[in-house]
């Protein structure tokens, strides 16, 4: 199955990324499946990042509409802005 050809929600292409990368960081997935894992991860993420962007322009486009001020870039309490660069990793 691929992301490509059968659309699916956001939750479960985030669920499923989520178990690939548990098994991949395991360590024991053969060579060649670790490759097809590893790309099948990479297609969800486009799929993942996809959805976000597109909710991120109907939420704005709301906002437009609305009258409400523009989003603004989110900010940790660290006051760092949350950037992929800033994620921090267990």
């Given at each position: 199955m691929?992301?490509?050809?059968?659309?699916?929600d956001?939750?479960?292409?985030?669920?499923?990324?989520?178990?690939?990368?548990?098994?991949?960081?395991?360590?024991?997935?053969?060579?060649?499946?670790?490759l097809?894992?590893?790309?099948?991860?990479?297609?969800l993420?486009?799929?993942?990042?996809g959805?976000?962007?597109?909710?991120?322009?109907?939420?704005?486009?709301?906002?437009?509409?609305?009258?409400?001020?523009?989003?603004?870039?989110?900010?940790?309490?660290?006051?760092?802005?949350?950037?992929?660069?800033?994620?921090?990793?267990?």
């Amino acid at each position: 199955m691929s992301v490509e050809n059968k659309p699916i929600d956001f939750e479960k292409a985030l669920a499923e990324l989520e178990s690939l990368v548990e098994r991949l960081e395991r360590g024991d997935v053969p060579l060649d499946e670790a490759l097809r894992t590893f790309e099948r991860g990479v297609a969800l993420t486009r799929h993942c990042q996809g959805c976000l962007q597109a909710a991120q322009q109907k939420v704005e486009i709301l906002l437009r509409r609305s009258g409400q001020p523009g989003v603004e870039p989110f900010e940790e309490l660290g006051g760092e802005a949350n950037s992929p660069g800033n994620v921090d990793r267990e």
